[in-house]
Nanobody, 121 residues
Framework: QVWLVESGGNSVQAGDSLRLSCAAS??????????MGWFRQAPGKDREFVAS????????YYADSVKGRFTISRDKVKPTISLQMDRLKTEDTAVYYC????????????WGQGTQVTVSS
């Protein structure tokens, strides 16, 4: 069984920075990962894509709303991913979920429990 554990959520002021981390456990091999990413869900809204990173090549993808402010990175050894969030806005307030796409899965098939990020003005 694979599980993901997020950390780093907090309450901050607009303009501040925050760093989220996600640790993956239970993998038989890190090569079983295709990609990992971050999603978020604000109150009353659907879950939305934030950022992702391809595990082997390291290509990154971002939602337009966070491009230039957020940076996703990975540590292939641990394995973990991080999301550096700079110049936070109130609209970034949401529960942030880490997700993993394993080899053979056509989409993200493993999810963390989420970590709350609250940005106040």
């Amino acid at each position: 069984q694979v599980w993901l554990v997020e950390s780093g959520g907090n309450s901050v002021q607009a303009g501040d920075s925050l760093r989220l981390s996600c640790a993956a456990s239970g993998l038989r091999s890190n090569s079983h990962l295709v990609a990992m990413g971050w999603f978020r869900q604000a109150p009353g809204k659907d879950r939305e894509f934030v950022a992702s990173i391809r595990w082997s090549g390291g290509s990154t993808y971002y939602a337009d709303s966070v491009k230039g402010r957020f940076t996703i990175s990975r540590d292939k050894v641990k394995p973990t991913i991080s999301l550096q969030m700079d110049r936070l806005k109130t609209e970034d307030t949401a529960v942030y979920y880490c997700a993993a796409q394993r080899l053979g899965a056509g989409e993200y098939d493993t999810w963390g429990q989420g970590t709350q990020v609250t940005v106040s003005s």
